[in-house]
């Protein structure tokens, strides 16, 4: 069971550690000054100084397990995707097909429920990400459509 790691822009990633930093900067460390520096003076600038704290703290953990735990993995009977602390799984046998658009560089898997996901993964994982899961379901069916508009069944 191989895991593939969720591909992230570098905008995102740029704004996932900017956002970590304000968060731990702005927020606790500019908190913690005043703290020492203003003290208590009134309950609702206790109450602020907690709400900021927990804030950042909040969003600290969210962006950190975003960028350390967001991949796709395969399993026996479904495909699992942990984004952060949020954990969604597709099963394998209500996947009624794999397409890849090579105009778009997307890989997208199609449901018997008219639903459907983008697997976002490096390109170059598409290929072994497809083969494992075709190797599940044998009644998996695979397209790829050129960048000429034609397409192509496997």
């Keep these: ?37 203003i003290g208590f003076q009134t309950v609702l600038l206790g109450i602020q100084y907690v709400v900021l704290l927990l804030v950042s703290a909040l969003v600290i953990v969210i962006f950190v397990s975003l ?32 397409h890849l658009f090579t105009k778009t560089n997307k890989l997208v898997i199609y449901f018997k429920n008219d639903k459907y996901t983008v697997i976002v993964v490096k390109p170059e994982w598409y290929n072994e990400f497809t083969k494992e899961l075709l190797s599940k379901n044998e009644n998996i069916r695979y397209d790829v459509s050129t960048s000429d508009g034609t397409d192509d069944t496997l």
């Excluded at 991949?71 to 046998?93: C, M, N, P, Q, R």
């Design 67 to 98: 960028l350390i735990r967001s991949f796709y993995t395969v399993t026996d009977k479904e495909i699992v995707l942990w984004f952060g602390i949020i954990k969604s799984s597709y099963k394998i046998a209500d996947i009624e097909s794999v």
């Design 1 to 37: 069971m191989k895991t593939y790691k969720f591909r992230f822009s570098k905008p995102i990633l740029i704004l996932s550690i900017l956002a970590i930093l304000v968060a731990a900067g702005g927020g606790i460390g500019w908190t913690v000054y005043r703290m020492i520096h």
